[in-house]
């Protein structure tokens, strides 16, 4: 803190005492100390150690017959005023602080280490990661985002945007998985639980699930709606071919092979038209389709997994 800064702090502070001392006129002596003592030591905090005699001194200066009892109260509360040229070196020190910090590490909460970490990495003080994540997946996460490699990473917001994604994400495997099932008639449906419950016991250290099996099931998910998606693209090929059968060429060729010399062919062709159309199930029409589509998203899964 510089001289102009506590000089002024010091002057900023006899006007809140001089404020005090006339809203407190008709307190007794021992809680307007009190009061007093408290002002003058939340402002001690803001000053350097070795300025802090200076600025006692200053605020002394500006009470001549001031209650010295209540400056008594905040010297013998702040003995730092008087640390040594050692000490204050020590403080300085990045290395001797680091050694400090190992020593109350053990000691310290997992929600005073995440604190910690975040106010280190707000320095400017980290390996690249964020409130102890590794460097490694922190690059990989910036990749993953376009953010810029010495991006800082916000914790809390990253925490917030991963819930969202990975609800969204387990609403739409379950989804996927259910009209697989729907599509190919005794698909397996893994159903809501499955992913969910992969990356719950992954993300709470649950040694019984590892990276590699969060990977695959998040990968099955990815290549079945995927497969998905893109076999929507065969939809209407699935209904041509079953509309192939009332097309006027098949009609045509199948209506010259009937007997009937005495029918004209346009009367022949309408006939064969009302008899195909006529014999058409609805619902075998779309058991073939599906059939169909179910055969696409097979293909396109087992190219994806080679």
Not at 107 to 112: I, N
Request: glycine share 6%.
């Amino acid at each position: 803190m510089g001289d102009e800064t506590w000089r002024s702090l010091a002057e900023r502070t006899g006007n809140r005492i001089r404020l005090l001392q006339a809203d407190l006129a008709d307190s007794d002596a021992e809680g307007r100390r009190a009061v007093i003592a408290d002002e003058i030591r939340a402002a001690l905090e803001k000053v350097i150690p070795q300025e802090r005699e200076m600025f006692l001194e200053a605020i002394e200066a500006r009470f001549p017959a001031w209650e010295s009892e209540a400056l008594g109260q905040v010297q013998q509360a702040a003995p730092a005023a008087s640390v040594s040229a050692t000490d204050m070196a020590e403080f300085n020190d990045p290395g001797f602080l680091i050694r400090q910090l190992q020593q109350l590490a053990p000691k310290m909460t997992p929600d005073q280490r995440l604190r910690a970490a975040m106010q280190l990495e707000k320095a400017g003080i980290s390996t690249g990661g964020a409130a102890g994540v590794g460097a490694e997946a922190m690059a990989r996460l910036r990749a993953t985002v376009q953010a810029s490699p010495d991006a800082r990473i916000d914790l809390d917001r990253l925490v917030t945007v991963m819930s969202v994604a990975i609800e969204k994400m387990v609403n739409l495997d379950d989804i996927a998985s259910k009209n697989w099932a729907q599509l190919s008639q005794g698909g397996r449906h893994r159903g809501r639980s499955g992913l969910a419950k992969s990356i719950g016991q992954y993300v709470t250290g649950d040694a019984a699930v590892g990276s590699l099996q969060v990977t695959e099931e998040l990968e099955q998910f990815r290549r079945l709606a995927a497969s998905l998606i893109v076999a929507l693209s065969h939809t209407g090929q699935a209904a041509y071919e079953q509309m192939k059968k009332l097309h006027p060429e098949t009609i045509q060729t199948a209506a010259a092979a009937e007997k009937g010399l005495l029918l004209g062919n346009e009367v022949k062709c309408w006939r064969k038209y009302r008899e195909v159309a006529e014999s058409i199930d609805p619902a075998a029409v779309e058991a073939e389709v599906l059939r169909m589509l179910a055969g696409f998203v097979n293909d396109l899964m087992s190219r994806q997994s080679r």
